[in-house]
């Protein structure tokens, strides 16, 4: 059978990135190089203003008013340690959804341990989806903080997180969202969401390059900072400064990366960030559409792709996930991710912890012919199990 190489792990990392995205990395290498907030010089400035612009370009992708609340650091996993670390202490308890990313579970676990901070978990629904009532439910005397992430990197279910902001702002409560998943194709907005603190990566959704990623704090909050060092101000000072975004970026900035991402979000947004999202649940719908004409082949996530991100999983009966994403590369070129993706209670909540899923995920430069190809392999493989 024929054999051809068909992307689809865009949740991991976005591929291929566009063409802009690669050129102004080569252009930065090539005719600016400098530090960026370290010199006077020409070179120098250029470099402060891509770090400025992609701040401020960022910003009004979310409907940040102060971009100096917007921090660089190297991924989402990076932002939410920063944000939980400096907000959560002893006592305090946090509510998070069943479908959270290893990104949150594992810091929120680990501060559990070394500074008894608490938690609640709000199940979430079969298809992945958290309500906001069962988010009420945990909330208690000492809540601190709601952690939601926008949408599930194992079945792509999108959470309603501007009913659950209503309920931070009720109860007096910090919202955290985690859009690694949304950020640069769904509709995020910070007032209208009620969200306090986020992180996400610059190199999915986004599609900039890897090693990106930033995270937001409210202008209402001041935490102390996480990490120390210089930042090209104030150096005379044996403490961070106390103003943003110095205060939480020490060291020198991934400018290179950065130069690749302002690129990518100019990108999407002569796209159009609302026909982008269209286009990836179109195809998980498509997608979707076919594995229900496939025997023994099981799809696990939301029914209405106005709550999908463009995130497939599903299970092929008699086949273990490992293998069957080993023979979709093997035999038709597919490019794929199977097993847990770093979130054991998502899998727990569909019901797939024991055996995982292959996750199908799409970008903004898939098209019909890789989801048809997709599902050719699919049925090939479970005729032939």
């Known amino acids: 059978m024929e054999k051809k190489e068909v992307y689809l792990d865009n949740a991991t990392t976005t591929w291929p990135k566009p063409p802009s995205m690669i050129q102004a990395m080569i252009d930065f290498n090539e005719n600016i190089g400098a530090n960026p907030g370290r010199g006077a010089y020409k070179k120098a400035i250029r470099s402060s203003e891509i770090v400025f612009n992609a701040r401020e370009e960022l910003a009004q992708m979310f409907n940040i008013d102060d971009a100096t609340h917007l921090m660089f650091c190297i991924n989402c996993t990076a932002g939410t340690n920063a944000i939980f670390w400096t907000m959560l202490n002893e006592g305090d308890h946090v509510v998070f959804s069943s479908m959270e990313h290893n990104a949150v579970l594992r810091p929120i676990y680990e501060l559990k341990r070394q500074k008894g901070v608490e938690f609640s978990m709000a199940q979430a629904s079969g298809e992945g989806i958290v309500s906001p009532e069962e988010v009420r439910k945990q909330i ?40 690694a998943q949304t950020s640069g194709s769904f509709q995020i907005d910070v007032k209208r ?30 935490p102390p900072p996480f990490m120390c060092g210089g930042t090209g101000t104030l150096s005379h000072l044996e403490t961070m400064p106390d103003f943003y975004p110095e205060r939480f970026e020490p060291g020198s900035q991934n400018i290179i990366g950065l130069s690749g991402l302002l690129a990518s979000i100019r990108f999407i947004n002569d796209y159009g960030m609302d026909k982008y999202a269209r286009h990836k649940q179109n195809l998980a719908k498509r997608m ?30 008699g086949i273990p996930t490992d293998k069957a994403g080993a023979r979709l590369y093997s035999e ?8 847990l993706h770093c979130a054991p209670h998502a899998h727990k909540t569909l019901g797939t912890f024991e055996k995982g899923t292959i996750r199908f995920s799409f970008g903004m430069f898939n098209t019909e012919e890789d989801i048809d190809w997709a599902l050719t392999a699919l049925g090939e493989i479970s005729k032939s199990k």
């Open 288 to 317: 979707i559409d076919g594995i229900s004409q496939i025997k023994g082949v099981h799809y696990f996530g939301p029914k209405n792709m106005d709550e999908n991100c463009g995130v497939v999983s599903v299970h092929i009966d």
């Open 140 to 179: 208690k005397k000492n809540t601190k903080m709601i952690a939601v992430l926008h949408a599930s990197n194992v079945c792509g279910a999108i959470n309603p997180i501007t009913e659950i902001g209503k309920i931070a702002r009720e109860n007096n409560i910090l919202f955290m969202v985690d859009n």
């Open 332 to 339: 038709f070129g597919i490019m794929t991710r199977a097993g």
């Open 193 to 222: 969401d009620n969200i306090s603190l986020m992180a996400f990566s610059g190199h999915k959704g986004l599609m900039g390059p890897l090693g990106t990623g930033a995270f937001y704090i409210s202008p209402e909050l001041n």
